[in-house]
């Protein structure tokens, strides 16, 4: 398929449409991976007539180096499974355009959230969900949204109870977020665990990324290093605040020094990454829910076991990471500031704010990994 701007004739395409229909949700499947940026420029400006203030458009983007040779055929099963056809895939002659470099072509939207390396999801797809915002007063109007239950995690989330908790590290991301209006935000924590909370909503943008899926991934495989094309090249920008909630229990020490790289990458002089530790013996079997309910409550859904089942996340991870060893798995930031014990906080958790530091990620060898738990 041709991807010159002069070989598609966009109103063409869209003649069908009466220049007064409007739609809640526009779904451009893998289009944009067929035009340039002018094309794309395009085809956004002529879709703003069809929007309706907060209308959802969907996108999906091939990340890898081939890509199909047509755009795909797309049949929604049911809520949760999309069935694609089968087609022969080419070498992408088209960049892969960034994130950022994508809404510079889509004037008037911004990114509801950004879908990459879940669970079920085929490897190599980020999927996107824009907003049509014409006005800052519409910006941050988000509806609550369905998120499938991962079944594997599903016995583990009904057996444990909630409860509600202060949460001091919280508190400092949701003042950032109240006082700016600006602010991007990471969410490093598993997709099925969080809900469209107060973070999401204030957030300028929002992106997640399901670390412990990735963690589950590598170890179904028999391998500890992650794939994490989903942070080093499917998201291409620099956040304010990175929340990795207690991700980093699932995860093994080079694993984290992993981690540690790739968000160096995305990170500027005064990003926030915010972690939670677990204090005692057991971890939970799987990553915990969270949900930020005001300024700084926040409701968890825990599930310590007396003993971890050999096959859990936390069972394949070190037990033995302190602060001052997790400080060390993260050169590229300083520790801000500690939290622990203090009066309504959850005492099975510390709670930690790191800053990025500037300082370039280190090569991962078993001489640094030693220096780091020493």
């Keep these: 398929m041709k991807t010159d701007l002069a070989d598609i004739n966009i109103s063409k395409y869209m003649a069908d449409y009466a220049p007064d229909d409007k739609f809640d949700v526009?779904?451009?499947?893998?289009?944009?991976?067929?035009?340039?940026?002018?094309?794309?420029?395009?085809?956004?400006?002529?879709l703003k007539s069809h929007c309706k203030p907060n209308t959802l458009v969907y996108m999906l983007r091939y990340v890898e180096s081939k890509i199909p040779s047509t755009p795909r055929k797309f049949l929604v099963k049911d809520k949760y499974l999309l069935e694609m056809s089968d087609?022969?895939?080419?070498?992408?002659?088209?960049?892969?355009?960034?994130?950022?470099?994508?809404?510079?072509?889509?004037?008037?939207?911004?990114?509801?959230?950004t879908l990459v390396g879940q669970m079920g999801m085929i490897p190599g797809i980020t999927e996107h969900v824009l907003r049509f915002a014409p006005s800052d007063e519409t910006k941050h109007r988000i509806t609550k949204s369905e998120s499938k239950p991962n079944v594997i995690r599903e016995k583990t989330?009904?057996?444990?109870?909630?409860?509600?908790?202060?949460?001091?590290?919280?508190?400092?991301?949701?003042?950032?977020?109240?006082?700016?209006?600006?602010?991007?935000?990471?969410?490093?924590?598993?997709?099925?665990?969080?809900?469209?909370?107060?973070?999401?909503?204030?957030?300028?943008?929002?992106?997640?990324?399901?670390?412990?899926?990735?963690?589950?991934?590598?170890?179904?495989?028999?391998?500890?290093?992650?794939?994490?094309?989903?942070?080093?090249?499917?998201i291409s920008r620099k956040f304010d605040v990175i929340i990795a909630w207690d991700t980093f229990n699932c995860c093994s020490p080079l694993q984290i020094m992993q981690l540690n790289n790739a968000l160096a990458s995305l990170s500027h002089d005064n990003t926030f990454l915010l972690s939670f530790m677990y204090t005692g013996r057991h971890k939970p079997s799987e990553p915990g829910q969270f949900e930020v309910i005001d300024g700084n409550q926040l409701r968890m859904n825990l599930n310590i076991p007396r003993v971890a089942s050999a096959n859990s996340l936390a069972?394949?991870?070190?037990?033995?990471?302190?602060?001052?060893?997790?400080?060390?798995?993260?050169?590229?930031?300083?520790?801000?500031?500690?939290?622990?014990?203090?009066?309504?906080?959850?005492?099975?958790?510390?709670?930690?704010?790191?800053?990025?530091?500037?300082?370039?990620?280190?090569?991962?060898?078993?001489?640094?990994?030693?220096?780091?738990?020493?």
């Design 26 to 46: 526009i779904l451009a499947w893998d289009i944009i991976n067929f035009l340039s940026l002018d094309a794309i420029k395009v085809l956004f400006d002529k």
């Design 157 to 234: 989330l009904n057996t444990s109870t909630k409860s509600v908790y202060s949460s001091p590290a919280i508190a400092e991301v949701m003042s950032l977020l109240q006082s700016d209006n600006n602010v991007t935000v990471l969410d490093l924590g598993a997709s099925q665990n969080r809900s469209e909370d107060l973070i999401v909503q204030k957030a300028k943008s929002y992106y997640r990324a399901d670390i412990a899926s990735l963690v589950e991934l590598s170890r179904k495989k028999g391998v500890e290093n992650l794939n994490l094309s989903v942070l080093n090249h499917e």
């Design 315 to 374: 069972a394949q991870s070190n037990d033995a990471i302190t602060g001052a060893a997790l400080l060390r798995l993260l050169p590229s930031f300083h520790m801000d500031k500690t939290y622990a014990y203090r009066e309504g906080m959850n005492r099975e958790l510390m709670e930690y704010i790191f800053v990025y530091n500037g300082l370039a990620p280190k090569n991962l060898s078993a001489d640094s990994l030693a220096t780091s738990l020493d």
């Design 87 to 113: 087609t022969d895939l080419i070498e992408k002659t088209l960049p892969n355009y960034s994130t950022v470099k994508l809404l510079s072509s889509m004037d008037g939207y911004f990114v509801q959230e």
